[in-house]
């Protein structure tokens, strides 16, 4: 799996739009983009996933790039139940090669 | 329709036992994976099974194990526990075959070794 970079922490306002890089400069050409959040005590949840250029569903935007070396998450105007880690992985899912694999995530903290 | 359901929700258990954790996926799904998460080191990958098959493993010592039945549940076993197997045990479950089908996990076990 492509190893991915994502900064460890981001705060943000309530009803501020946010976005989360993720870097990934060795991405594969059968690798997707998808992105998990996980609360405390819970499992990760499926957000988004994507191959190239955008994505959007109810919950968030994927911006991918024509070099697909990096990605963003977006969250549009969040609400103190954001708050979160926010994982982006990279990889070909069920290849039976390689496993899915989490790095740190970045937490995201959403203040009042 | 259903989720993945971890079995049980919280478990303690003494040095040196053994313990088995039970996950059922979404019906229909023939791909389940099992994590451990620590607040040292996250999120990691322990072993994954497609229809019965061992389809991975992660870097885990010989005392984690698992397996699938017929119907795609699974378990997984630890034997000779560790206060360092403290942790919550994530099950995910997958169609398991189109490289963009996602994953979906269940609540976990939070297994406490005292």
């Known amino acids: 799996l492509a190893k991915t970079t994502q900064p460890i922490s981001m705060d943000s306002y309530e009803g501020q739009e946010v976005n989360i890089t993720c870097s990934h400069n060795?991405?594969?050409?059968?690798?997707?983009i998808t992105w998990y959040q996980q609360f405390p005590s819970q499992g990760p949840r499926f957000i988004i996933q994507g191959y190239k250029t955008k994505v959007t569903n109810e919950v968030a935007s994927l911006f991918i790039p024509a070099d697909r070396k990096s990605s963003t998450l977006s969250l549009p105007r969040v609400s103190l139940s954001d708050t979160a880690v926010y994982y982006c992985?990279?990889?070909?899912?069920?290849?039976?090669?390689?496993?899915?694999?989490f790095g740190k995530g970045t937490r995201l903290s959403v203040i009042a | 329709k259903a989720g993945v359901t971890q079995t049980p929700r919280y478990l303690i258990k003494t040095r040196g036992q053994q313990v088995t954790l039970s996950c059922s996926p979404i019906?229909?799904?023939?791909?389940v994976s099992w994590y451990q998460q620590t607040p040292g080191q996250g999120l990691q990958f322990l072993f994954e099974y497609f229809s019965e098959t061992q389809r991975n493993k992660g870097n885990f010592p010989g005392r984690f194990s698992g397996r699938q039945f017929s119907n795609s549940r699974s378990e997984m076993n630890v034997s000779t526990l560790e206060l360092g197997d403290s942790a919550l045990y994530l099950c995910?479950?997958?169609?398991?075959?189109?490289?963009?089908?996602?994953?979906?996990f269940g609540s976990g076990t939070r297994l406490t070794v005292v």
């Open positions: 019906s229909g799904h023939r791909s």
């Open positions: 995910a479950s997958s169609p398991g075959r189109e490289a963009w089908e996602g994953y979906t």
């Open positions: 060795n991405i594969a050409t059968n690798d997707y």
């Open positions: 992985l990279v990889g070909e899912l069920n290849s039976g090669n390689t496993p899915l694999v």
